[in-house]
T-cell receptor, first 115, second 112 residues
């Protein structure tokens, strides 16, 4: 398996524009996580899915953020409208099911810059 | 919050020395995980220690877990310049759904 695949690797957009980040988890992994990493706040969990169903979205900062997982092999994180403070590296990770958590595999991240 | 907190925030050592990093957490756990992140890359899983284990080894890595103190340590022996990275501990929430959160990480610099 090629691992968790995220696209694009880099995104530069103007304030107010819609941004869509994409993630393909490892085949067979039931859990999918979206994280945001900044110097100030560290690695924040935004939302996670189990079997394509959102389980906890309490980390999503605002209504401008939304995430979907239409099937087991694809997820999107959308920001609409984007703002400069959304600039960060966004990571997607996936893992197998297991009581109390198992090893998570991370993608290479999408570096988002909102100008 | 369940997330672990790493200590120290930054660590600088000479190649060949040992590096010890600590993690504390707040509530009961099923396991604790350590990850490494090289600059500009995603996190990579290093080792998982279960709540009924006290110590675990993997190559030059040694992890201990003290559930009575709610703390864990990661020891890297005979460090190399290639060990320069950020290190994170992660404490999945207990229960059926594995919410995985991270601390702010430790920046390790190994000087050649």
């Amino acid at each position: 398996d090629a691992g968790v695949i995220q696209s694009p690797r880099h995104e530069v957009t103007e304030m107010g524009q819609e941004v869509t980040l994409r993630c393909k988890p490892i085949s067979g992994h039931d859990y999918l996580f979206w994280y945001r990493q900044t110097m100030m706040r560290g690695l924040e969990l935004l939302i996670y899915f189990n079997n394509n169903v959102p389980i906890d979205d309490s980390g999503m900062p605002e209504d401008r953020f939304s995430a979907k997982m239409p099937n087991a092999s694809f997820s999107t994180l959308k920001i609409q409208p984007s703002e400069p403070r959304d600039s960060a590296v966004y990571f997607c990770a996936s893992s197998l099911p297991g009581q109390g958590g198992t090893e998570a595999f991370f993608g290479q991240g999408t570096r988002l810059t909102v100008v | 919050s369940q997330q672990g907190e790493e200590d120290p925030q930054a660590l600088s050592i000479q190649e060949g020395e040992n590096a010890t990093m600590n993690c504390s957490y707040k509530t009961s756990i099923n396991n604790l995980q350590w990850y490494r992140q090289n600059s500009g890359r995603g996190l990579v899983h290093l080792i998982l220690i279960r709540s009924n284990e006290r110590e675990k080894h993997s190559g030059r890595l040694r992890v201990t877990l003290d559930t009575s103190k709610k703390s864990s340590s990661l020891l890297i022996t005979a460090s190399r310049a290639a060990d320069t990275a950020s290190y994170f501990c992660a404490t999945p929430y207990t229960g059926a759904n594995s919410k995985l959160t991270f601390g702010k990480g430790i920046t390790l610099s190994v000087r050649p």
